[in-house]
């Protein structure tokens, strides 16, 4: 909590309450369902929350603003943004159910009610959003090929529609020389000091 305190001042008490009910959440649930490495748990707000938020530095997503988070998994980019984004609006797709039923239990517990998730696999998935997002899910070639069909016409953001990723370094190997004309990168290691983040960043490609 220190470290989103440090980084993300205007946070409101009550988004501070809910990220700070987030440890025990997850803790509670990754013992029924394995959503988070076990190991990982207790680096819950540095690997996974911080880095969630660290898009946050990127843009500022418009009030209305649809997003997908292709992949969720645990609810990882969505459930960090939407407690910070309230007025934004989030699907969370993943093909496994179970790790949705957390999502939601988690939405539900901490009072978020701008996220729906959805069971079904992206290449089945129709829907239209601004922005599509992504945490350590496929290739990016892939990611972009999924995402570029769901986003829609509809421009209400200062930064074109388009696609955002996580992505380490291995990144260079997935991309081909013409996306990568058109992709631009944002170190994380440019908002947060810690070492964690010194491979890490998001990539962003307009659609």
């Known amino acids: 909590m220190d ?16 990220y700070e009910a987030l440890f025990s959440e997850y803790k509670n649930w990754n013992e029924k369902i394995n959503v988070i490495s076990r190991k990982d748990i207790d680096n819950l707000y540095l690997h996974h929350v911080l880095h969630s ?28 943004l939407a407690i910070y984004f309230p007025n934004v609006f989030f699907d969370a797709l993943d093909s496994t ?41 496929a290739a990016y ?27 380490g370094i291995h990144i260079e190997s997935e991309i081909t020389p013409e996306e990568k004309r058109h992709v631009e990168k944002f170190p994380i290691s440019d908002y947060f000091e810690e070492d964690y983040f010194k491979e890490k960043s998001i990539y962003y490609q307009a659609m």
């Open 3 to 18: 470290l989103l305190r440090k980084y993300f001042p205007e946070l409101t008490e009550i988004q501070l309450h809910q």
């Open 53 to 80: 938020m660290s898009l946050i530095k990127v843009i500022q997503f418009t009030k209305g603003t649809r997003i997908l988070d292709l992949g969720t998994g645990g609810g990882f980019p969505t459930i960090p």
């Open 97 to 137: 159910k179970k790790k949705l039923t957390v999502i939601d239990a988690i939405a539900d517990s901490i009072g978020l009610r701008n996220i729906q998730t959805i069971h079904q696999r992206v290449e089945e998935h129709r829907g239209h959003y601004h922005f599509v997002v992504s945490r350590a899910v």
């Open 141 to 167: 070639s892939q990611l972009s090929q999924w995402s570029k069909p769901l986003i829609s016409k509809q421009q209400i953001s200062g930064r074109p529609n388009g696609l955002f990723c996580y992505k």
